[in-house]
T-cell receptor, first 114, second 114 residues
């Protein structure tokens, strides 16, 4: 799986949009970008994933650059409950050694302030 | 639908002992993956089981083993415990039929080795 680079920490004011960047410059055509988050001492929670088009769900939006070398996770109106570690993960699109496996990096610690 | 459950939630063992952790996946999910999370190494993939067979494996010593039952419940065993095995052990379940399946994590078992 391609390696990802994320800033170690970010701050955001409650109610404002949180924009979390991720660099995956070695991503290949058969790899998806996934985002998970982990609230302190809980299991990671799936947020969103995408291949090359922008994606949106009830939790967040995912913007992937045209060259696919980077992406941004957007939490449109951050709340205190969004304080967590956010992981950007690149996964293969098909079979091989990717079944059931997520390769986590160090992630970004997002702190939402009142 | 009930989520992924893990038992026990907390466990204290001493060096040299062995331990068995249990994971019950979401109903209908056939894949169970196990992860170890430590402050130093972060979240690391241990192995994945699908239909009672180990399908994928991470880079952990043979002291770490697992199995899956016909009802998809899975157990993980660590023999000859070492201090460094102290960690949060997480399991995740998914349908298992596609590499792109979303993985749903349980709350984890906190293992302390004294």
């Amino acid at each position: 799986d391609a390696k990802t680079t994320q800033p170690p920490s970010m701050d955001c004011a409650e109610g404002r949009a949180a924009n979390l960047p991720c660099n995956h410059s070695t991503i290949s055509g058969n790899e998806y970008v996934y985002w998970y988050r982990q609230i302190h001492s809980q299991g990671p929670q799936y947020i969103i994933h995408g291949l090359k088009n922008n994606e949106t769900n009830e939790m967040a939006s995912l913007i992937i650059t045209e060259d696919r070398k980077s992406s941004t996770l957007i939490l449109p109106h951050a709340t205190l409950r969004d304080t967590a570690v956010y992981y950007c993960i690149v996964r293969e699109r098909s079979g091989g050694t990717s079944y059931g496996k997520l390769t986590f990096g160090q992630g970004t610690i997002l702190t939402v302030h009142p | 639908k009930a989520g992924v459950t893990q038992t026990p939630r907390y466990l204290i063992k001493t060096r040299g002992q062995q331990v068995t952790l249990s994971c019950s996946p979401i109903s209908g999910h056939r894949s169970v993956s196990w992860y170890q999370q430590t402050p130093g190494q972060g979240l690391q993939f241990l192995f994945e089981y699908f239909s009672e067979t180990q399908r994928n494996k991470g880079n952990f010593p043979g002291r770490f083993s697992g199995r899956q039952f016909s009802n998809s419940r899975s157990e993980m065993n660590v023999s000859t415990l070492e201090l460094g095995d102290s960690a949060l052990y997480l399991c995740a379940s998914s349908p298992g039929t596609s590499v792109r399946d979303t993985q749903y994590f349980g709350p984890g078992t906190r293992l302390t080795v004294l």
